[in-house]
Nanobody
Framework: QVQVQEHGGGSVQSGGSLILSCTSSGHTFSGNCMGWFRQAPGKEREGVTALDIDGITKYLDSVQGRFTISQDNANNVLYLHMNLLKPEDTGMYFC???????????????????????????WGQGTQVTVSS
């Protein structure tokens, strides 16, 4: 049974930084589909970033240049580095993982990828990030 778990949420002031990590039992991140989503109170879940098997990444426009997705293959850990945090980044952050079956995970438009919740099979319970002004 695959389990995915997020770590590292917390409260931070505007302009601060946080690093979220995601670990999994029963699933290997390397060579598969990985992403982060978030959900603010009263809003729908939105995709923050995704990483394809060839290293191509996609970021939500509002986090581009501030957030970075990365992975530690040796330890099977996925990270989300968040800098210059804003109050509007507040929400529950979810790690998402899926199987690539040896193919690209997401639709391609040139060198751009488009991802959605449907691309992922395994989800964590979420970790809360609160950014105060």
């Amino acid at each position: 049974q695959v389990q995915v778990q997020e770590h590292g949420g917390g409260s931070v002031q505007s302009g601060g930084s946080l690093i979220l990590s995601c670990t999994s039992s029963g699933h290997t991140f390397s060579g598969n589909c990985m992403g982060w989503f978030r959900q603010a109170p009263g809003k729908e879940r939105e995709g923050v970033t995704a990483l394809d098997i060839d290293g191509i990444t996609k970021y939500l426009d509002s986090v581009q240049g501030r957030f970075t997705i990365s992975q530690d293959n040796a330890n099977n850990v996925l990270y989300l580095h968040m800098n210059l945090l804003k109050p509007e980044d507040t929400g529950m952050y979810f790690c998402a993982a899926g199987l690539s079956h040896g193919r690209y995970c997401y639709p391609r438009f040139g060198k751009q990828i488009a991802f959605s919740q449907r691309d992922f099979s395994f989800w964590g319970q979420g970790t809360q990030v609160t950014v105060s002004s």
